[in-house]
């Protein structure tokens, strides 16, 4: 089955940075569109990054352009997001997110997301 894992959320100070991983499997990697997003305490949740299935275009938020860095390696099926110079703005639980198509359709994977707290 589809599974996504995500790892490398924690504390960190303000301006610091922090590299989240997302682990998948179950599903051809390098056929599925990529994304992040977050989720703030009494927030809906909202797009960070997205990378498509090979890599080539990536898309960011307006709040976080010039500041996180989406990746993917599909030989280690693993999607990346480098967050530098974080703010106490995005303090949030990072979800990862595969599309993955099957046919004419599409279905939407999550995973359990990984809590990122910037903080002094």
């Known amino acids: 089955q589809v599974q996504l894992v995500e790892s490398g959320g924690g504390l960190v100070q303000p301006g610091g940075s922090l590299r989240l991983s997302c682990a998948a499997s179950?599903?051809?990697?390098?056929?599925?569109?990529m994304s992040w997003h977050r989720q703030a305490p009494g927030k809906q949740r909202e797009l960070v990054a997205t990378s498509n299935s090979a890599g080539g275009i990536t898309n960011y938020a307006d709040s976080v352009k010039g500041r996180f860095t989406i990746s993917r390696d599909s030989a280690k099926k693993t999607l990346y997001l480098q967050m530098n110079s974080l703010i106490p703005e995005d303090t949030a639980v990072y979800y990862c997110?595969?599309?993955?198509?099957?046919?004419?359709?599409?279905?939407?994977?999550w995973g359990q997301g990984t809590q990122v707290t910037v903080s002094s």
């Open positions: 997110n595969a599309r993955v198509h099957y046919g004419l359709g599409h279905t939407d994977y």
């Open positions: 179950g599903f051809t990697f390098s056929s599925a569109a």
